[in-house]
């Protein structure tokens, strides 16, 4: 199964439409997390993603990429994804 992760495109965008789609609401923050405002970008939850493809195909930005298929230069989106929500939990 392929995890999917969020990437450059997506800074300073935060476009909802991935967030409306996701089954397992696993892509956050969203307009309703109290932190919404402290991010510039949205993240996907790499244990929660189950690798449906829905966000990818409404991302109006192409922010969304399986983690195999990120561009070298965008790579280390993947770990900044995993890092918001390993932080997440730790608070």
């Given amino acids: 199964m392929a995890v999917y ?3 450059e ?3 300073d965008t ?3 439409s991935c967030v409306d789609v996701c089954p ?3 892509i ?3 307009r309703d997390d109290p932190d919404y405002g402290e991010h510039t970008m949205l993240y996907i939850d790499p ?3 189950i690798g449906c493809d829905a966000c990818a195909i409404a991302c109006p930005v192409g922010a969304v990429f399986t983690a195999d298929d990120l561009p070298a230069e965008w790579r280390h989106y993947a ?3 995993a890092t918001f929500f390993s932080a997440r ?3």
Wanted: charged share 15%; net charge negative; hydrophobic share 40%.
């Fill in 28 to 30: 956050h923050p969203t």
């Fill in 5 to 7: 992760v969020i990437a």
């Fill in 89 to 91: 939990s730790a608070a």
């Fill in 14 to 16: 935060k476009d909802q």
């Fill in 79 to 81: 770990g900044l994804n």
């Fill in 24 to 26: 397992v609401d696993c």
């Fill in 47 to 49: 244990v929660e993603c």
């Fill in 9 to 11: 495109p997506c800074v």
